[in-house]
């Protein structure tokens, strides 16, 4: 049996795609700052690995945080949806109770 051709075949199509891209001027002097930005970006925290790692423990601090507060705020959710689903049984015997009250009493 054969061997697959898709992945040479997406990264063949990929490579056609980007270099008919390039053709258009703006794209290619956009990629050429994006490249360079990138290059000087990579040369600063190379030389200063330190700096690298507060920034990615900043990053990582601000991920937790912001994980908890969406954990809170479904627990916050699901418990609103709990209070819900008890609210027709609630409101069903208020409406028995109110009936019971004004029912005309039965003739014997």
Do not use: H, W
């Amino acid at each position: 049996m054969g061997r697959s051709k898709l992945l040479a075949s997406i990264v063949v199509g990929a490579a056609v795609g980007a270099a008919l891209s390039m053709l258009d001027r703006t794209t290619r002097e956009k990629t050429i700052a994006t490249t360079k930005q990138m290059k000087e970006a990579i040369t600063y925290y190379a030389a200063n690995r330190e700096e690298l790692q507060v920034l990615v423990e900043e990053k990582v601090l601000a991920a937790k945080v912001l994980c908890e507060g969406v954990s809170e705020n479904v627990n916050a959710i699901a418990e609103k949806v709990d209070e819900f689903k008890e609210l027709p049984s609630t409101i069903e015997s208020m409406i028995n109770d109110t009936k019971a009250a004004f029912a005309l009493p039965d003739k014997e």
